[in-house]
């Protein structure tokens, strides 16, 4: 039976051509027969080639069970090489993804106003070209030769025959002329004119336009400058738009924050659907001529899925790193969200928590060489080698183990408001926010021992005179839990081994009755307590900016 291009039946009964039935042997693997479909078929000695068999007409079976075979190969080799097409689709994502993007920041953006000029192909301009206008020197007739080498040149312009010629040449150019522009009044077109004119006044409008954005786009460098929240935002949203040139087919917006409190920029990025990646190799024709499904194992597609993730976002946080010419932010928190249709609520599958120290020392994009080594050994089996997954761990983000499994992480930080409270904030957010606090009341030298999503230990030393002099032992954390006497006693022996003269317990919370009884003593006198009505006060005292109540 053949078949048409559409896959029904024209009403043919034909046997399949060897060639084709070879190259269906190939593709699934079997090596035909020694005697090659060309071999004549083997028949009885007491059968003839051309009799009647039982079952019907010679043939007809057999050729029909054949058919059907080479059809569903057929079909097993197109879906197989349709899934193939699937995972180049995201092989070219993947490259495209990590090229780098150009930086957006305000002298990219300028406009240059460049003139147009006006068509010179309009009748009056066709008039002036052909019709020239007549020159005197086409009209003054020759002056008459000298009789005497020594007669000097004013004798012979008095030549009254030459003076006859001369006042008929003028008239005669005078008399040109009059015609000429008489024939260039006439060719004047009101609808050329008309049209220049709107051509004059568009190209006003259009130095204007440039003008007035060139003035607007300064207006806003300055309010960027100033760390404007609104500013500082505009800028970022466009470089993350304009990074997204190269995948366009691929739509991951992100959104910026800006808090001005700890000068760090919160974006969300929404994360491609998770059906991006295929989750087949292929199909292959089973023993009773079903087509079966290849399924890829779980952890290749998460591997896949999750270095899509990976480029995505260090694309991100370059073109953050990129348009902050100005060093305003000091950090950048970026959370990667999937939001699946009619699913429970956004999954954070990826969180980075980078200070600007971080971005500069990270190189954010997979080299270009893909021989190149990468300097760090993987959390996932079959991702470790991945460059972009590399970057991210060196910036110590939180990525989620099993996309497919809905394995989500804890944000980095909640980009809810602009004035944010203490569990808004990032590790490194709130390090910052105590650094800055205490640095300008006075602690300067400031070292870092142990830093948490819950807190830090450092230390500082005040000069004398100063509202914080000597050394000093800072224990600063976040949370609803009340502060008790034990990490009062805990603290207390800090100062002790750090040989420093006073100790500072700070927290977003409250402390006990005990703790605040226990500093009342004598031996702990020395210990000095914040609770999240002081830090309040600080943030509005030193840096002039609200932070909001915990919730």
Do not use: K
Not at 13 to 38: H, I, K, M, W
């Amino acid at each position: 039976m053949q078949y048409s291009a559409d896959g029904q039946s024209d009403g043919a009964l034909t046997a399949p051509q060897p060639g084709f039935l070879a190259s269906v042997f190939r593709d699934l693997g079997v090596e035909p027969d020694d005697d090659g479909p060309s071999a004549p078929p083997a028949v009885a000695p007491d059968a003839s080639p051309d009799g009647p068999s039982p079952d019907g007409p010679p043939g007809v079976g057999g050729d029909e069970a054949v058919a059907a075979h080479a059809r569903a190969a057929a079909l097993t080799h197109h879906r197989t090489q349709t899934v193939q097409a699937e995972q180049e689709r995201l092989a070219d994502l993947l490259r495209r993804a990590a090229l780098p993007v150009s930086a957006m920041d305000f002298e990219s953006q300028l406009r240059r106003y460049e003139p147009r000029p006006y068509p010179a192909d309009g009748p009056a301009a066709a008039a002036g070209t052909d019709d020239p206008e007549p020159r005197w020197e086409d009209f003054a007739p020759e002056q008459p030769p000298a009789a005497d080498p020594d007669e000097a040149p004013s004798r012979r312009l008095l030549d009254s025959g030459y003076q006859r010629e001369l006042a008929q040449a003028r008239l005669a150019h005078q008399r040109a002329l009059r015609e000429w522009r008489t024939r260039q009044a006439d060719a004047a077109d009101p609808v050329a004119d008309e049209s220049r004119r709107a051509h004059d006044e568009a190209e006003q409008a259009r130095a204007r336009a440039v003008r007035e954005y060139n003035e607007s786009l300064e207006e806003c460098r300055r309010a960027y400058r100033q760390a404007e929240p609104a500013a500082v935002e505009s800028l970022l949203e466009r470089a993350l738009a304009a990074a997204e040139t190269h995948t366009q087919d691929l739509p991951a917006p992100c959104r910026a924050v800006y808090r001005p409190l700890t000068r760090t920029a919160v974006l969300d990025l929404d994360l491609p659907a998770l059906d991006v990646v295929p989750s087949l190799t292929g199909y292959r024709l089973g023993p009773d001529g079903e087509i079966l499904p290849v399924p890829r194992p779980p952890a290749d597609r998460a591997a896949d899925y999750l270095r899509l993730v990976a480029r995505l976002a260090l694309r991100a946080l370059q073109a953050a790193d990129a348009v902050d010419t100005d060093e305003i932010l000091a950090g950048v928190v970026l959370n990667g969200w999937l939001r699946e249709p009619g699913g429970a609520g956004p999954l954070c599958l990826v969180s980075v928590d980078a200070d600007r120290d971080a971005l500069a020392r990270t190189r954010l994009l997979p080299p270009a060489d893909p021989d190149e080594e990468p300097d760090g050994e993987g959390v996932y089996a079959d991702a470790e080698q991945d460059e972009a997954l590399v970057r991210l761990r060196q910036l110590g983000a939180a990525v989620s183990p099993d996309p497919y499994g809905w394995a989500g992480v804890e944000p980095a930080a909640q980009a809810s408001a602009t004035v944010p409270a203490a569990p808004d904030l990032s590790a490194n957010e709130f390090a910052q926010l105590v650094r800055e606090l205490l640095t300008l009341g006075g602690l300067g030298q400031w070292s870092v021992r142990l830093r948490g999503q819950a807190g830090l230990v450092a230390t500082g030393e005040g000069p004398a005179g100063s509202a914080l002099p000597g050394r000093w032992v800072v224990w600063a954390s976040r949370g609803a839990a009340a502060v008790g006497e034990e990490e009062i006693r805990t603290l207390a022996e800090a100062v002790r081994e750090e040989s420093a003269e006073r100790g500072l317990r700070l927290t977003t919370g409250h402390f006990t009755d005990g703790a605040l009884d226990l500093t009342a003593e004598d031996g702990h006198r020395h210990i000095h307590l914040v609770d999240g009505d002081g830090v309040r006060e600080l943030a509005r005292t030193h840096l002039g900016l609200p932070l909001a109540a915990g919730r």
